[in-house]
């Protein structure tokens, strides 16, 4: 097949899936929220936008298994309204002025409005799933209630390393799937179950996703740090002037020699000469090669990633979207 | 029927089920608590204990219409914990310390801590929930999702009432009957769904349920400012001296003279005179009759409560426990 054609194939399908089926519901899940104050931050955040990637991955699950992605809609629905949900109650812990480029709930109401606008909207997630058929209903709950879970733990996680002094790789690595991974995973089997996938087909697309979220996340470590300011849409190095414990600083601080870390130590806290510290950091991961470490690491995911989606019973068509799909996140420049 | 046997009935009856269905189910919920950060709020919230009302009537309602409520225990628990999650979070909005004589969890670990740990308590709730039948699911579910939704809804409006110099009377009844009435409502509907009571049945519960909480909410007013110090364990005047804008303060607003509002105006914002404050309320309370007032529209609201439930179709005895155990939190003297 012309890779090209692929990319090109991968790229209709998903505008397809969110033209004709997510957008239409998006819509209808803003048009049906009551007219009161609890409500407005909940349409205000939903009305963000965002690539809404774990929607279109319930919806294009579902589609490869039953070559239709309707039944799949209110699953769709739940898993973009939920991560919605994490959002606005991680800005309030984060204290986060600035979401997709706008202010945050908490900064435009209040932390009391975001947390209780938050809390509502986590009771919609699970109003959307109840609208999944009585059928399918008993085995989406448990799988959404355990994701749910997770990724209350992984932003537990992602909190207690910013306290603590030094982080493990493997604990790093668990802290990224908890966060970004299972949800992925979910979405994908979510609707592969929808679509009538068997168990084990469901979980081998559950762990293609998660292996692609942890390469995913590892892929924004790279790019922070190695993207090309032009392309990137963030600042580059805003992890390294913010100290945050990502793959290369954990790496970093793992193979450092001592005269390194003296050096690495003056650096820590400084947050006024950006641009300096974020030479400096750049130039010692690439001597110590960490660089070059993520980008084998996240192949090894992808990979992994690419053995558990050919164990998906996919129709080819499915498996070069899906191919396709995961290709694109990883030879992104933002 | 003697008065004094079915008193102790019902209270035999709420015994029995605490101790020997939701006891053990409280423990199991602890006692599979991951040791995890994230989870030991949840542990400790928990703990608090309280008078467990919500779960019993889940319990109490299930076993009025099947002799069972063995089927019934996992509502019960989703129930309990979704009550918690409340209070946990209303305690970070309202600033207080201290739950139950323990220090809230926002006070004893952090504000994100109890944000956190609260969200993961409310997945916890459906995941209790998720273990009922499947063949009830489908029906308790969108009870126990509208419910969640409008206890947020009475939230936000006390929230916003604090904010405001006025509120009318229809408001403040539709504030309480979100943020207390509603719970105690879908926990008797839900039991009765799962003993199997057709839907009329358990709507006329629910019914009851409704305006049993309302009147039990309005009896905290009355008592808050009438009750007897030595038995009501709270602070007498508590209310008053934070100008709560509770049934006795909006009536007064109402009927009060331009000269009585003259001195109000000079109360209103005063911490320090409490017990001054609280005879000044509760003498103007007194001689605008707003004191028999309330009782009177308590016991409408009772009345209310058992008309529906004489249209629930229970058998006599539970007909008498619930009668009996209505009857109690209307003579209850805290």
Redesign the interface.
Same mark, same amino acid.
């Given at each position: 097949m012309n890779p090209a054609t692929s990319k090109m194939d991968y790229k209709t399908k998903l505008a397809s899936l969110f033209e004709n089926e997510l957008l239409p519901a998006l819509n209808d899940f803003s048009s049906k929220q009551k007219r009161? #104050?609890?409500y407005e931050p909940i349409s205000y955040m939903m009305s963000l936008g965002g690539k809404r990637l774990r929607p279109l991955m319930v919806l294009a699950a579902a589609d490869a298994y039953s070559a239709s992605s309707k039944a799949a809609i209110p699953a769709a629905m739940a898993v973009e309204v939920f991560h919605n949900f994490t959002l606005m109650?991680d800005d309030? /812990?984060d204290e986060a002025p600035l979401r997709r480029g706008k202010t945050t709930v908490h900064e435009k109401w209040n @932390? $009391?409005s975001a947390? !209780?606008?938050? %809390? @509502?909207m986590?009771?919609?997630a699970? &109003?959307c799933l109840?609208l999944c058929s =009585?059928e399918v209903? #008993?085995k989406l !709950? #448990?799988i959404f $209630?355990q994701t =749910? !879970?997770e990724v209350? &733990?992984g *932003? *537990?996680l992602d /909190? %207690?390393f910013e306290q603590r002094s030094q982080v493990e790789l493997p604990e790093y690595i668990e802290m990224i799937r908890l966060k970004t991974s299972v949800l992925l995973a979910a979405a994908l089997k979510m609707g592969a179950l929808i679509g009538g996938a068997k168990e084990d087909e469901a979980q081998h697309l559950y762990r293609f996703g998660e292996s692609m979220g942890i390469a995913f996340q590892l892929q924004d470590d790279f790019l922070d740090a190695f993207g090309d300011p032009e392309k990137f849409g963030k600042q580059v190095g805003g992890d390294i002037i913010s100290d945050k414990k990502t793959y290369l600083w954990i790496r970093c601080m793992e193979k450092a020699s001592e005269a390194d870390l003296k050096t690495v130590d003056t650096w820590i806290g400084e947050r006024n000469k950006g641009e300096e510290k974020v030479s400096f950091f750049k130039a010692l991961f690439a001597k110590l090669e960490v660089d070059s470490e993520i980008q084998n690491t996240m192949e090894s995911y992808y990979q992994d990633a690419m053995t558990h989606l050919n164990r998906a019973n996919l129709k080819d068509e499915a498996q070069q979207f899906f191919s396709a799909f995961a290709r694109s996140l990883m030879v992104r420049e933002n």
């Amino acid at each position: 097949m012309n890779p090209a054609t692929s990319k090109m194939d991968y790229k209709t399908k998903l505008a397809s899936l969110f033209e004709n089926e997510l957008l239409p519901a998006l819509n209808d899940f803003s048009s049906k929220q009551k007219r009161f #104050p609890l409500y407005e931050p909940i349409s205000y955040m939903m009305s963000l936008g965002g690539k809404r990637l774990r929607p279109l991955m319930v919806l294009a699950a579902a589609d490869a298994y039953s070559a239709s992605s309707k039944a799949a809609i209110p699953a769709a629905m739940a898993v973009e309204v939920f991560h919605n949900f994490t959002l606005m109650h991680d800005d309030i /812990m984060d204290e986060a002025p600035l979401r997709r480029g706008k202010t945050t709930v908490h900064e435009k109401w209040n @932390a $009391n409005s975001a947390i !209780l606008s938050g %809390d @509502a909207m986590l009771v919609q997630a699970y &109003e959307c799933l109840t609208l999944c058929s =009585a059928e399918v209903l #008993p085995k989406l !709950l #448990p799988i959404f $209630n355990q994701t =749910a !879970l997770e990724v209350c &733990e992984g *932003q *537990q996680l992602d /909190m %207690d390393f910013e306290q603590r002094s030094q982080v493990e790789l493997p604990e790093y690595i668990e802290m990224i799937r908890l966060k970004t991974s299972v949800l992925l995973a979910a979405a994908l089997k979510m609707g592969a179950l929808i679509g009538g996938a068997k168990e084990d087909e469901a979980q081998h697309l559950y762990r293609f996703g998660e292996s692609m979220g942890i390469a995913f996340q590892l892929q924004d470590d790279f790019l922070d740090a190695f993207g090309d300011p032009e392309k990137f849409g963030k600042q580059v190095g805003g992890d390294i002037i913010s100290d945050k414990k990502t793959y290369l600083w954990i790496r970093c601080m793992e193979k450092a020699s001592e005269a390194d870390l003296k050096t690495v130590d003056t650096w820590i806290g400084e947050r006024n000469k950006g641009e300096e510290k974020v030479s400096f950091f750049k130039a010692l991961f690439a001597k110590l090669e960490v660089d070059s470490e993520i980008q084998n690491t996240m192949e090894s995911y992808y990979q992994d990633a690419m053995t558990h989606l050919n164990r998906a019973n996919l129709k080819d068509e499915a498996q070069q979207f899906f191919s396709a799909f995961a290709r694109s996140l990883m030879v992104r420049e933002n």
